[in-house]
């Protein structure tokens, strides 16, 4: 099967080495496009909120997406090894049906960043098409998404360059407004230190990073086998953590400018920032694909782990393209629909519950990447990813009972507006939960999970995969 421009044919199954293509550039692109969106400008913003100068702000952001964007790159690295998507390689960590549990919260998690930013753009759209109603915004924009998500791989990292450039257009003249027109040095002039702010800051960093790990290696899956595992992690690594950074020092800028308001209206402000008029309308044109780059991610890698979980059940291992396309829709059609229906109260505390739900994806990536790298060594049966009586079973109990553990451990060091732990206050209101989830359960998992092994001595490919290949290798 010859890769083409056309609708994605490949969803959950292993793509053969016949198929791959692409280079680790693609990478860095999609990434880099998918950070230079107005939500990774309010997060850098909240750092400044919570209390840190902007200086230090942008420094403990760096560090936290420096730290979270090495556990995604991490994940990133494993497409090109296995050739699968992210969440059904961790079958092989929490069995075929065990890991059903995780995908739930992911398929959560990821419907509320869809909805929440489709809201967002819907008032970008609503803005360059001068009318007032609401739904008209937040409608074309998931038909937008929907168009990039169900035509596929392809398709997303086209618009990952698209973005790429367009953002680094917008958000080099919003930067060059800011210190033109609200003297910026002055912004990051006379620095005061507070460690709580800073580590604040630095978990905001570390937790959007974080968030792509279960669907990163869904976009690195076709590259060739042969890719070398550094070149895919440095061009996620620095394609995420480079554009996260660009826009969220300008969030933290902007949340320093006296009474800017941004929170408050962060559409409407980035346009009166840009200077108004025509250049606004350009701006709100940014902010779309900047938002319709990530909210595609959201969509096929929410559409991908809703897939994941409903065949695991029913054993499928391939699935056509026009069920893949049903899933993207339904997802988006929920996220549309959230959007439509929820109040600005309701969008707050939804995403609030979104952030408590982080908890969850921590101890998730620890045990995927312990098992992957240093206890299966990067060997996995993939047939047996796809059948419950295979080598990997219904369940894997050591796992599941490590990733149980590693969300409890969390629930003393959380700093959320939900709910905060009991030790946080030691610590003068920092949440740290992020560390402790990724060091408990991924030693926990590395000693548990190395006395269970259950990997094979060599990668076991599908019968069809080897045989397409073996073809492909005889044509040329």
Known sequence: MAPTSGVEQRSIDYVPRSERHGTPSSQFTLWFGANMQITAVVDGALAVVFGAHALWAIVGLFIGNLAG????????AQGPKLGLPQMISSRAQFGVFGAALPLVLVILMYLGFAATGTVL??????????????????????????????????????LGRIATVIGILGWAWITFRIFAEYNGADLLAHPTFGFVPFLLAVSLGAGWQLTF????????RYLPEETPAGRTFNATLWGSVLGSMWSMALGA????????????????????????????????????????????????????TMLTTVTGFSKQAVVKPAMRMAFVFIFLALSVIVALAASADFLTNFRNFVLLLLMVFTPWSAINLIDFYLVSKEKVDIPALYDPNGRYGKFNVPALATYVIGIVVQIPFLAQTM?????????????????????????IYYFWGRATNRAPEQTILPADAEIADAEAVGER
Request: net charge neutral.
């Open 121 to 158: 753009s819907g008032q970008a759209i609503n803005k360059i098409l001068h009318v007032d109603a609401t739904w008209v915004g937040i409608v074309i924009f998931g038909l937008l998404t929907f168009v990039v998500a169900a035509f596929g791989y392809r398709w997303i990292h086209r």
């Open 69 to 76: 964007g090495a556990v995604m790159a991490l994940h990133s």
């Open 213 to 220: 790990g279960p669907y990163v290696a869904d976009y690195s």
């Open 419 to 443: 709910y905060t732990g009991p030790f946080t206050d030691a610590l003068g209101g920092a949440d740290i939960s992020w560390i402790i989830g990724l060091i408990v359960p991924g030693v």
């Open 253 to 304: 800028l902007i949340a320093s400018i006296p009474k800017s308001g941004f929170l408050g209206n962060q559409v409407g402000f980035v346009g009166t920032l840009a200077g108004g008029g025509a250049i606004a309308i350009v701006l709100y044109f940014v902010i779309v694909v900047g938002k319709l780059t990530v909210n595609t991610l959201n969509a096929y890698g929410g559409s991908m």
